[in-house]
């Protein structure tokens, strides 16, 4: 076991990246150092949680390493847009102020001064800040980050064409837990609560509007009690004070049936593009005979289209695919031969959503699936690839596009053992098995 590092041809971690480009822990060769380098694309900024676990935006063209876990890895996401123009400046004219008031200047997720109290009236009434009325279509995703200081934070989704069709929840941020929730007439797709830094947590509310709608979006302060109300918009009343409430930044509304990292606005909708990373490998550390495709991975929760991880000839007539299948509870692993699936297993042991440790083995006459020290699935088979294998990509041959979190993907050109692979597999992380085989991560 101790040289299982060194049976590894391509080792990708969160380490080093460039513009343009995701380098590889290994192979290091003076020939062709670029040989495990996938080449990465994203045509605009973006951001991320950094090492401190502050907000920051990253430039276009560069890969981005995500600590919201707590650890990095790699992080890839579709194109999205924020369809809240004025994502920050709540004081702006966009943000109508009902029975609630506003003020700047206070500690925000980036570490900076840009985020605001939002604070009720002293009515009995309903104190919140509606967004101007947007058209969409389809599952919509709300999110903001929000502080406590002496409310409840609650969120609403609303079909402005019809007052009885709406989702609303209601978030306690001091404990950092979903306090109650309420819908009318509405597709629920779900809610969560994520720790950040600085005392905030990201609230995020999923519904699905079915067809081309006008949606409203509420940031609502909450005494707990008011979400009991089924008046029209999820909408409750309670005596306020004048002085409580809570802190507020980044407001994002999106088309997606879960929540992408925040996308600054300032007067427009922004549109991030989204990432690529292709194009690792050649024949020299890919073996088409036998082999070990290892990977750690998270996508994302409710993500309802197909997302691959393949070792192939850089077509999709030979590959060996990891498969998030668009029912967001299916894990898909597939042979293709010549452009026949010779192979197809299937599992919904693997969770979509957080972290899990894959690894599939083929050689001449099997095809084996592991997943956190278990050996799932095995299946017979000796048909040979028509063509070598020499790619491996966050993708089906360009399309269907893994995003999600990544924080190891390992290549090997023999087939690993039982016990080698339930071993890499049941590490906690690849610093843990770094260490657990005496190895200086550099």
Known sequence: ?????????????PTAYSDGKMHSAKPIVSTNPSIGDFDFARASVATRINEQGLLEEVASGLPRIDYTDGSGSWLLEPASTNLITQSEDFSNAYWTKDGSSVTGGFTSPKGDLSAFKLVEGNANSKHYIPAVNTNTSGYVTQSIYAKYLSRYLRLTIHDAGNVNKWYSVIYDLENGTIYNSLAKTITVFGSKIEKMANGYYRCVITADLGASSTTSFYIQLSNGASILSTDDRGR????????SGL??????AEENSYATSYIKTVGTAQTRVADT?????NSTVINSTEGTLYAEIKGFENDLSGRYISLSDGTANNSIRIYYYSDGGTV????NVNSVDVI?????TINQSSLTKIAVRYD????????????????SNSD????PLNDISFNNSGSSTFYGKTKSLQVYTTALTDIEIEKITSWTSFTAMANALNYTII
């Not at 076991?1 to 971690?13: C, E, G, Q």
């Not at 802190?247 to 994002?252: E, H, L, S, T």
């Not at 990373?277 to 490998?281: K, N, Q, R």
């Not at 040979?384 to 063509?387: E, G, K, L, Q, R």
């Open 384 to 387: 040979a690839f028509t063509s």
């Open 277 to 281: 990373a292709t194009g690792s490998g």
């Open 236 to 243: 409750g009343s309670y005596q306020g004070d004048g002085t």
């Open 247 to 252: 802190y507020i930044f980044g407001a994002q």
């Open 364 to 379: 001449s006459t099997s095809f084996d699936i592991f997943s956190n020290g278990v050996k799932l699935i095995t299946n």
């Open 344 to 348: 197809t297993s299937s599992t919904n």
């Open 332 to 335: 898909f692993f597939r042979k």
């Open 1 to 13: 076991m101790a040289n299982l590092l060194d049976k590894a041809s391509i080792i990708l971690t």
